[in-house]
């Protein structure tokens, strides 16, 4: 039995980061939220997913070294996210698994749920800030579910 609480998107936050730990997995991280690429320059090498905590956002002026990238994302990918963002040099990464096999008109979470798992890393969110600068993402992962 999965219990939801309210989906007053106010969620209480657990005291996370006591537990260091370079995986982006988090045990204290329970919630679904699936992220879907979005407004990305057409170009195959747009928005990375890299190995480490780094931020590379579309148009950074060099890409990262070739060893670091798990996968190059292109509008219309899902990802589920896997535990908290953080801040790095003014834009938010998170840790991603690319879902592989997934369609955003399925239900979310059945999709999530039978989705291949696929490649796990950090991409970049956006821009620290309200609502500054392009968003990358869309969540898809509605409290209506």
Known sequence: GRHDGGSSGHTSTVASGAHGGTSGSDPSWGKLRIWKVVNLPDSPKALPVVSRAEAYAPGYPRPPA????????????????????????????????????????????????????????WVTRRLVGSSVGPAWFEEITGGEA
């Open 66 to 121: 070739e060893d670091i990238v798990v996968a190059w994302l292109r509008n219309g990918d899902m990802l589920k996210q896997v535990g908290h963002s953080k801040k790095m040099r003014g834009h938010m990464v998170m840790p991603v698994r690319i879902l592989r096999g997934v369609d955003a008109s399925d239900n979310v979470q059945q999709a999530a749920a039978a989705a291949e798992e696929g490649e796990e890393g």
